[in-house]
């Protein structure tokens, strides 16, 4: 079982910058995919960013203005936002899918609790 625990949402003025952090636990040797998604009110949850294998996948939305990275000896992954905006309010969630506990690989997706991201204008 493998459980993820965001922290580093809160409230920020437009132009402003956050950081968010998010920890896997549980049985695990490697993660393939580590990523952050969001969720605005009354809209589906779109992919922000994602890395795998020190390569990075941008939403267009965000290119040039957050930047993933991880530490995978901590099963941490971040992300940084800068010049944020109202349109980046939401809750955002941690996800890590290919988790290889060194006898089994799983290709379950594995979802945070969420944590909110309000941009005030």
């Known amino acids: 079982q493998v459980q993820l625990v965001e922290s580093g949402g809160g409230l920020v003025q437009a132009g402003g910058s956050l950081r968010l952090s998010c920890t896997a636990s549980g049985t695990i040797f490697s993660i393939n995919t580590m990523g952050w998604y969001r969720q605005a009110p009354g809209k589906q949850r779109d992919l922000v960013a994602l890395i795998a294998s020190g390569r990075t996948n941008y939403a267009d939305s965000v290119k040039g203005r957050f930047t993933i990275s991880r530490d995978n000896a901590k099963n941490t992954v971040y992300l940084q936002m800068s010049s944020l905006k109202p349109e980046d309010t939401g809750v955002y969630y941690c996800?890590?899918?290919?988790?290889?506990?060194?006898?089994?690989?799983?290709?379950?997706?594995?979802w945070g609790q969420g944590t909110q991201v309000t941009v005030s204008s």
């Open positions: 996800n890590a899918a290919g988790v290889y506990t060194g006898t089994h690989y799983y290709t379950d997706d594995y």
